[in-house]
DNA sequence: ACCCAGGGTGACG
DNA sequence: CGTCACCATGGG
């Protein structure tokens, strides 16, 4: 939720953001072409290079193209009432202990092909280096593009991933998920609309996105939630496992029923909470006995 | 040398 | 339905 938006010299700004950490947002691991800069955070987006930077309760954006807030607005899921959510989580004590490590995540609404393939590389993989792979990823496949004097790379299109051989993508560290990466990338360009996946059921839309290879239950919700707008979608990690396991089960292994209960209990709203065990679970380390 | 990381696949019961 | 070895790669 945010009070105010105006344009003014190629520069939007949101005021009054009610809940926003933005390098919170941008180092949690569900976007991974974010790079911190002396003043905020610049990457691009939708084909243009961007800068950010927050002051407050305020979200500057820079970009080149025309300012287009409605975009943002959407893309920083902005138009979300975050302080609602995270009273809700603090009336459990379970989820209330989350919310201090976490407080300011916003759920982004990314670009749904560049989300697949990052979350496809992301499969038995560190943030850091997820982030490496595609950095050049994008440097041997994406469009160069100028910006105050300074070249970035477009995340390239299925075209473009499709175009590259299993040895270019295993050169720029995908190593195995090479061969995953580019039939994905072939049938992405071959036509199918991931945009053709938003306002199904949850169900369904699993179902269909798993189609793609290289992608399981947890990489399904990965894009479901971070790219098509499914706040119920529930991705679980070695981490999620470990915060579930502690939290709600007692210490008991997670399986798939004890997920779905879960779920069903936090609502439709589970995906975004999500976010919140995540971060709490990778901020409070491996330590999670008790 | 070993273990781990925002896991998926295929083979086998 | 569930389990399990295997899959590249780099950092701790």
Redesign the pocket.
């Known amino acids: 939720m945010f009070a105010e938006c105006k344009a003014a010299g190629g520069e939007i700004v949101f005021t009054g953001i009610d809940r926003l950490d933005i390098a919170r947002c941008c180092g949690?691991?569900?976007a991974f072409r974010w790079k911190q800069t002396e003043s905020g955070f610049a990457s691009v987006v939708a084909g243009a290079p961007v800068d950010i930077f927050q002051c407050g309760d305020e979200l500057h954006i820079s970009q080149p193209s025309r300012p287009d807030m409605s975009f943002w607005e959407n893309y920083f899921d902005l138009d979300r009432d975050y302080s609602a959510i995270e009273a809700m989580l603090l009336d459990d004590p379970r989820l209330g202990r989350c919310v201090p490590y976490a407080t300011g995540i916003r759920v982004f609404n990314q670009e749904p092909f560049e989300t697949l393939i990052s979350?496809?590389i992301?499969?038995?993989?560190?943030?850091?280096?997820?982030s490496?792979i595609i950095d050049r990823l994008c440097i041997t496949a994406g469009e160069a593009v100028d910006w105050r004097g300074e070249i970035r790379y477009t995340f390239p299109s299925a075209q473009a991933v499709a175009a590259l051989s299993e040895d270019q993508l295993?050169?720029v560290?995908?190593?195995?998920?090479a061969p995953?990466i580019k039939k994905t990338a072939e049938i992405a360009a071959a036509g199918f609309d991931l945009d053709s996946l938003r306002g199904l059921t949850l169900d369904e839309a699993r179902r269909r996105i798993?189609s793609?290879?290289?992608?399981?239950?947890?990489?399904?919700d990965?894009v479901l939630l971070?790219s098509l707008g499914y706040t119920a979608a529930f991705?679980?990690?070695?981490?999620?496992r470990?915060a579930l396991s502690a939290l709600f089960l007692d210490g008991d292994d997670v399986?798939?029923?004890s997920v779905d209960g879960i779920c069903a209990q936090l609502g439709e709203y589970s995906g975004i909470i999500?976010?919140y065990i995540?971060h709490y679970a990778?901020s409070v380390g491996?330590d999670l006995k008790r």
């Open positions: 949690c691991g569900q979350f496809i992301s499969a038995n993989n560190n943030i850091a280096r997820i490496g295993r050169a560290g995908c190593g195995y998920r995953f798993r793609f290879p290289g992608v399981g239950p947890k990489v399904a990965c971070f991705p679980v990690d070695v981490w999620m470990r399986c798939r029923g999500q976010q995540f990778r491996v």
